[in-house]
């Protein structure tokens, strides 16, 4: 569904100094924007904001940054943190194709990635966010032995993302086909989730580590 345009989002977003709208300036000084060394974990495609909001209040030692393209989504993003009082997030409009030019080597500890476009078709494949090109980018600023996290609906891109990991030398910690179902006890929900459950739908979990 195509978002309309909100001509309001972005002005409202620049009057907040939880949102970072010129990110390069910030690559390898992510620690002096949140004024503490606590571990940044980043997720990729924020959506509307439930899950990022529910992990920095379960996580106040931890600082997150969410990353999505539109104005008119991370809008909600934002208006959820701002009600719920939370300052250990930074939210950044970017596309995720330019994230190797706002981070510096060793600077994420942990990269969230729920229920991204699958790209199912051969030539777009490239595009996905588990994409071996995209974990290529990923590895020059994680740490070592940090974990990349991903759910999806989608069995193809799933099995296909098994393979990505494995040959861009990371572990495979935890998988399963079934998360609801399984005995992982530190899912939290995203919207999609929560939608995709209502309508039936299994949704698979990994934890790739790097090495």
Known sequence: ????????????????????????????????????????????????????????LNSPNINFIGIDLKDE???????????????????????IMFIQDI??????????INFCNPWPKERHKKRRLTHFKFLQVYKKFLKRDSEIWFKTDDVELFEESIEYFKNEGFSLEYLTYDLQSSEFKENIETEYETKFKSMGLKIMFLIAKLK
């Open 1 to 56: 569904m195509r978002l309309r345009k909100k001509w309001w989002a972005r002005p409202e977003m620049e009057e907040s100094s939880l949102v970072i709208t010129e990110p390069s300036e910030v690559k390898g000084k992510w620690h002096e924007e949140f004024k503490n060394n606590n571990p940044i974990e980043l997720e990729l495609g924020c959506g509307r904001g439930k899950f990022i909001r529910d992990k920095a």
């Open 103 to 112: 981070f510096g080597e060793d600077e994420v500890s942990k990269i969230y």
């Open 73 to 95: 989504v991370l809008i909600y993003v934002l208006r959820k943190l701002k009600e719920a009082e939370i300052s250990n997030v930074r939210v950044v409009p970017l596309n």
